[in-house]
């Protein structure tokens, strides 16, 4: 079998079949199969009719609920195609991504390639186009951090020929993408960036994990894979930013606390980090930066309407 599409479900039977139908409609002259693997959703039973509209789909049912990370190994493992993708419930492929990237793994001899992707927006008649720096070898947590890279699930895909064994861990219920790039990197993959979008994202769609878990994810992902100060104040930069704008008091506080400064500069910075995430101040600091990025979104695309 050439290709398998890896699908990872929770409660999803409402919108899942748009991402099964992007993938069939570009499978033409293709061996495939689209696995579901279903983290026991309260709608199984309608995720189950639907699966018996498709001949190439096959429905697996996990028997205890766990997280998406779990169900993305339990489909890899049971995959038959000698290239597997990763795709969310959510997502769906872009036109003519499966046999584009087939022939890139095949051309490179890349095992894991990841990059671009086409984000839906709020009014779901407008797609923007990320513009992520090229991946160009190196440490991938300097990447993500640094470089503000980003992975996600959604535009991954691998070649069995070269794969060297990389997983999701299991213990991740955060930043799964990420650390599958960080294990993939230590792990000795192969590793190559796509710049055309693989997929369709779904940015509006809002996660329902609590506060309290949320901040035991990230603290698991800091305390596993971000041993070094350099790559943890990076990450606390990144993800701080993201808490302000969503006037997040709680999660900006937790990347005070895991910021460690070496210089002047990064005293500066968690000086600022303290201020702007005070009680008072961080309603106003949020608006600050929403503003900030408002203006540079305008500034980037009045400098390519010039171009």
């Given at each position: 079998m050439q290709v398998s599409v890896v699908i990872p479900t929770y409660n999803s039977a409402a919108f899942v079949e748009r991402a099964l139908l992007s993938v069939v409609s570009q499978t033409?002259?293709?061996?495939?199969?689209?696995l579901l693997v279903d983290d026991c959703s309260d709608d199984r039973e309608a995720l189950s009719r639907l699966v018996q509209r498709y001949e190439a789909v096959r429905l697996i049912e996990k028997p205890a609920r766990s997280n998406a990370a779990v169900s993305?190994?339990?489909g890899l493992e049971e995959s038959r195609g000698a290239f597997v993708f990763f795709l969310d419930s959510d997502d769906a492929l872009a036109p003519g991504a499966l046999k584009r990237r087939m022939a890139m793994h095949r051309d490179s001899g890349a095992s894991v390639i990841f990059g671009n992707y086409l984000a839906r927006l709020a009014d779901a008649s407008r797609l923007s186009a990320s513009r992520l720096p090229a991946y160009r070898g190196g440490d991938m947590r300097h990447y993500l951090f640094v470089e503000r890279g980003d992975v996600r699930s959604s535009t991954l895909s691998l070649c069995k020929a070269f794969w060297q064994g990389t997983r999701f861990d299991d213990a991740?219920?955060?930043?799964?993408?990420?650390?599958?790039a960080i294990r993939a990197f230590h792990q000795g993959e192969r590793l190559l960036f796509d710049p055309q979008p693989t997929a369709v994202m779904d940015v509006t769609r809002q996660g329902r994990m609590s506060s309290s878990a949320n901040l035991d994810a990230s603290r698991y992902v800091v305390k596993r894979y971000l041993c070094q100060d350099h790559h943890r104040n990076a990450f606390s930069r990144r993800q701080w930013l993201s808490s302000l704008s969503r006037r997040d008091l709680t999660a900006c506080r937790f990347q005070v606390e895991i910021f460690t400064p070496g210089n002047w500069r990064e005293r500066r910075d968690?000086?600022?980090?303290?201020?702007?995430s005070h009680p008072v101040l961080i309603g106003a600091a949020s608006a600050l930066l929403t503003l900030a990025l408002r203006?540079?979104?305008?500034?980037?695309?009045?400098g390519a309407m010039q171009r």
């Open positions: 033409e002259g293709l061996s495939h199969e689209i993305r190994n339990r991740t219920r955060k930043h799964q993408d990420w650390v599958f968690l000086a600022l980090f303290r201020l702007a203006l540079r979104r305008l500034g980037s695309r009045s």
